[in-house]
């Protein structure tokens, strides 16, 4: 029987998602599965190891049904995941506590004490930026709170990390998982001695490091038997949705930045050489040994237009919301939005940042609003992508996916502000492509990495309207004046 299909598996914030792809990269089946999240306190943000586990199995049995294709035709599967949950976790391997994931801000105490005192030591050799979500963090927290499953875990692992310990009974985690950890040394590419010292935990805690070409095989014939794959169907390691993004949009090379909005955003970009941002405005994550992955994420992308379409009680879709912006011209008539309404990560690194409207006058209306809103996302990716300029160079091309990147009001406005030209792949699923094609590496089946882009079906190019790109110019001059003020009053 001829094999010519592959799978990337995508362990999100908001779902599980696993897409059949052809090794052309076009999407043959999907399926998703939504996550529940907890929030037992004020800021915490908690999800379910097990249950995500359930929902990865599912996912995987539905998407092989939907493409109508037998278990045994998968050639292999590769593993993406968001990155910096946390778990505590006992010698058998079951939860002592529920996963901590990335928008938790217990640990703000903890954030301001690092970034007082040794924090910056930390960034500068593990690339990881001082903030509630990284684990460093939150194993400060658990420390100095005293937290029950923390004095009583035997291992300390993301929801990947435990998903795979479920599946194929090791404790294995990629560079670029490793990375977000804030306990991972760029330099020696093993785990950092004063990181693990600091928050008093044990190297033997931690999970093997591995390449994210790393082979899975041995899955357990129970869980092989639900999935309705071969067991003998071999997995990769694949590594953290943000690298995996880049990959599966063609962002490899110098100068291609990567462009992703969802419910947050980020912007990324491949470089050979590994640094860290001398104003803690960027991160720098390992991927292979060759490369690192460069940016900064936005905890405020298409949540502050959903936001506003609820404000505003917008019954309509969010098409036809975005569409009332084009009746306002480039820079909303004065009016500016700094969208830090769910705090913010980069460039500002701050949870307790606020979002602002500025400028407003009697003369305007909802749809001034809702171009600010697109028009502030956008400012705040391209500040962000001022201080990746600054570490790794000037863009030549961004690629662009996510959510957002179906709006061609907001995919002209990224190619203004930006003044480049935009290319979005057909397939919104970058991430679990990305992580089918380290797959497809990791079996011998494809030469390299690079290899991809001639296997990612693009739409048409955005061209940047000059004069547009001017106007935003002027505007964002005055967005960046405003947000620095702001900056005193969070």
Not at 182 to 189: E, S
């Amino acid at each position: 029987m001829s094999k010519e299909y592959v799978m990337g598996l995508d362990i999100g914030t908001t779902s599980v998602k696993a897409v059949v792809f052809n090794l052309l990269g076009n999407v043959i089946s999907e399926a998703e599965e939504m996550i529940t999240s907890y929030y037992p306190k004020t800021g915490w943000v908690e999800q379910d190891p097990n249950e995500i586990e359930r929902l990865a199995v599912q996912a995987v049995r539905k998407s092989i049904h939907k493409a109508s294709i037998q278990g045994d035709e998968l050639l292999t599967i590769g593993f993406s995941s968001a990155m910096h949950s946390l778990i505590c976790v006992d010698s058998k391997g079951e939860p002592l506590s529920k996963a901590i994931i990335w928008a938790d801000g217990r640990s703000n105490e903890q954030t301001d004490k690092l970034l007082q005192g040794e924090g910056m030591k930390f960034y500068k050799r593990t690339g990881m930026p001082i903030h509630p979500m990284s684990p460093l963090s939150k194993l400060l927290w658990m420390k100095e709170t005293g937290y029950d499953p923390y004095r009583k875990a035997a291992f300390f692992m993301s929801i990947k990390e435990f998903v795979i310990l479920k599946w194929f009974g090791q404790r294995v985690v990629d560079y670029s998982m490793a990375s977000a950890t804030g306990l991972f040394n760029r330099q020696t590419f093993q785990w950092d001695e004063e990181a693990m010292t600091f928050v008093n935990i044990q190297k033997d805690q931690l999970s093997k490091i591995v390449p994210p070409t790393e082979k899975l095989t041995g899955i357990t014939k129970g869980v092989s038997k639900e999935m309705g794959i071969s067991e003998s169907t071999p997995f990769a390691m694949g590594a953290a949705d943000g690298q995996l993004a880049n990959l599966g949009i063609g962002a490899i090379l110098p100068g291609e930045v990567a462009v992703t909005v969802g419910t947050s955003g980020a912007i990324r970009q491949f470089a050979k050489s590994a640094q860290v941002d001398k104003k803690h405005e960027t991160f720098c994550y390992a991927f292979t040994e060759d490369f690192s992955i460069i940016g900064g994420p936005t905890n405020n992308g298409g949540i502050a237009l959903q936001w506003l379409k609820e404000l505003l009680n917008h019954q309509g879709s969010f098409d036809e919301l975005t569409k009332e912006a084009e009746r306002v011209s480039p820079g909303a008539e004065g009016i500016l939005f700094h969208p830090y309404i769910n705090g913010e990560r980069a460039p500002l690194w701050n949870q307790r940042a606020k979002g602002n409207f500025f400028g407003v006058t009697i003369t305007h209306k909802k749809e001034h609003f809702v171009r600010a809103v697109l028009e502030g996302i956008t400012f705040n990716l391209y500040q962000i992508g001022k201080a990746l300029e600054r570490v790794a160079g000037e863009p030549e091309k961004l690629f662009v996916n996510g959510g957002l990147a179906r709006s061609s009001l907001w995919l002209q406005m990224v190619a203004d502000v930006f003044g480049k030209e935009v290319y979005v792949p057909e397939s919104h699923h970058s991430a679990a492509w990305g992580a089918a094609w380290t797959a497809l590496v990791s079996i011998g089946k494809v030469d390299s990495f690079e290899d991809i882009k001639k296997n990612v079906p693009m739409g048409s190019v955005v061209k940047p309207n000059g004069e547009n790109h001017q106007i935003y110019l002027e505007v964002y001059e005055k967005y960046n004046k405003v947000a620095n003020d702001l900056s005193e009053y969070f």
